[in-house]
């Protein structure tokens, strides 16, 4: 494959520039994930598609992709601008709600929201990422980074908590261009108020805390650590000390990016992430969403409302990341009609044999792929890339009937305009299907099948294709479990 340039723009440098990787052709990318004390809504994951775009226009010029998303279950604190030394976290506080009621503990509850998160995520037909590591998972990693940086001087310890030292950081502010320490005093979520500390604008690490739900002993005592640390650790853990691609949403950039680059490059002396993308945020039929206006929309609500996961999908990506979008119902029902187009298409696709795909040089579903791909390529242009797709529908739809070269340009345009935005056909949904629509379950044979296929990509250090099977098989009710005598399946 020629080589081809991704061009996006990085809040870092403030500008569109083309994505380079330390490695060639390997892309490292890291994007923080949600906060599971409550549902996500389709605004988070307006950030993840944004992501998985990224991910499959990688994948479309060949590049391998390393994608960590984590899952944040301790320690992202309920103030968002003000300080509030004994505010608990956001998940002890969902505990308490009247929501909280049906949860034996805070884990229970973090397991139960992050369980239906990774079902829209599937849904939505998103790539599984290489590793989705878990806060409360690291907590070693996280204690053994915080030790580091007192032992540094970046971080020092307080009757509350430990403390990063932002006047021992140089560059504190690169980010977001927030350098004023005056507007810093008021504008950093997670500060807390210590007359201990050296700077009010200092951020927690680690805080004391013995009575909280979720806590660790340290050298510190008991407590939880900062929501920051988190990132930077596993981040390292997964990617290397510096990664090619950091991610989020436009809420991200100060100060829990500002904090991850402060404590990650103060801790290994190297850049922590060459190149940053943030989402803007989405809005709904006009308003921020909010449950009190009753555009508040998830996933599950849409699909139950009778709107298919690839409508959702198309719908949110249909606004390149960077411009404001307003997502409305009645985008929604102009993508459902989209899709069903697709799904003529494949219709025609299947009564002409389902054939092998193939295409020829100059033909014009090729061309309109590679715009389609080339939008992508320059800063994710979805709107484009979506446009050229359609067009390529029309010339599919346009021959009455589908037949010989026809028929194997339309399957290769298909599978390549679904590879790249993933709007045409459910990833996840093929076992499911044939679990619904066989006797009344998968085959055996057939799971075993998988299971040795999903083995032996893990032999060969494909974890992402591991992922995606062992998530193929949960979307078919079949969960695995590694025991010593090798993996058992059992039906849920
Ligand atoms: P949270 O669960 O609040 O930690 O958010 C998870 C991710 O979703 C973060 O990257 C946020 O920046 C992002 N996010 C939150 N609200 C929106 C929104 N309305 N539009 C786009 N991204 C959002
Ligand atoms: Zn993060």
């Not at 923080?32 to 010029?61: E, K, M, W």
């Not at 849904?123 to 007192?150: G, K």
């Not at 459910?426 to 679990?435: D, F, G, Q, R, T």
């Amino acid at each position: 494959m020629a080589e081809r340039t991704f061009r996006l723009y990085d809040t870092l440098s403030r500008t569109v520039k083309p994505l380079v990787t330390v490695e060639p052709d390997h892309l490292r990318f890291y994007c923080c994930g949600p906060t599971v004390y409550s549902y996500a809504h389709i605004g988070n994951f307006r950030t993840f598609l944004t992501s998985d775009l990224i991910v499959r226009t990688a994948q479309a010029i060949g590049w391998r992709v390393s994608y960590v998303s984590n899952i944040t279950d301790v320690g992202h604190l309920t103030q968002d601008d003000v300080a509030d030394a004994a505010g608990d976290d956001k998940m002890a506080k969902a505990l308490a709600s009247k929501e909280g009621e049906q949860f034996a503990n805070v884990w229970d509850l973090a397991r139960h929201y992050s369980d239906i998160f990774e079902d829209a995520w599937r849904q939505l037909n998103l790539q599984a990422p290489t590793v989705r590591p878990r806060a409360t998972e690291h907590m070693r990693e996280q204690i053994i980074a915080v030790e580091d940086l007192i032992r540094k001087g970046n971080a020092y310890e307080t009757p509350t908590g430990v403390y990063f030292s932002v006047d021992s950081f140089a560059d504190y502010g690169k980010l977001s261009g927030n350098r004023d320490r005056e507007n810093l005093q008021v504008a950093v979520r997670d500060v807390v108020q210590d007359d201990n500390k050296r700077n009010p604008a200092d951020f927690a690490l680690w805080k004391k805390d013995d009575k909280h739900l979720m806590q660790w002993f340290s050298p510190w005592g008991w407590g939880f650590p900062g929501w920051h640390i988190e990132c930077s650790v596993m981040a390292q853990k997964y990617l290397g000390d510096t990664i090619d691609l950091h991610g989020g949403g436009e809420d991200l950039k100060f100060p829990h990016h500002e904090c991850e680059i402060a404590q990650s490059e103060a801790g290994t002396g190297k850049p922590f992430c060459n190149h940053w993308i943030h989402v803007t945020f989405l809005q709904a039929e006009g308003e921020k969403m909010s449950k009190s206006k009753g555009n508040f929309y998830t996933v599950p609500d849409l699909l139950e409302q009778g709107y298919s996961a690839l409508a959702i999908r198309m719908a949110l990506i249909s606004v390149p990341y960077a411009k404001p979008h307003n997502f409305t119902l009645q985008t929604l029902r102009d993508c459902q009609g989209h899709i069903e187009r697709f799904q003529e298409c494949d219709r025609r696709i299947a009564a002409a044999g389902s054939p092998e795909p193939a295409i020829s040089e100059g033909h014009e579903l090729a061309g309109l792929y590679e715009e389609a791909l080339e939008a992508m390529l320059n800063d994710l242009n979805t709107s484009v890339a979506l446009a050229k797709t359609l067009e390529g529908v029309k010339v599919i739809l346009r021959q009455t009937t589908l037949a010989g070269d026809e028929a194997a340009a339309a399957v290769w345009f298909l599978d390549k305009v679904n590879h790249l935005l993933g709007i045409v056909r459910p990833l996840y949904v093929s076992l499911a299907e044939e679990a619904a629509s066989g006797s009344d379950e998968i085959d055996g044979k057939a799971i075993d099948a998988w299971i040795e296929e999903r083995q032996a990509a893990k032999k060969g250090k494909d974890f992402a294709k591991a992922d995606a099977i062992r998530d193929k098989l949960i979307a078919a009710g079949v969960e695995l479990r590694d025991t010593p005598q090798g993996v058992e399946w059992i039906r849920r």
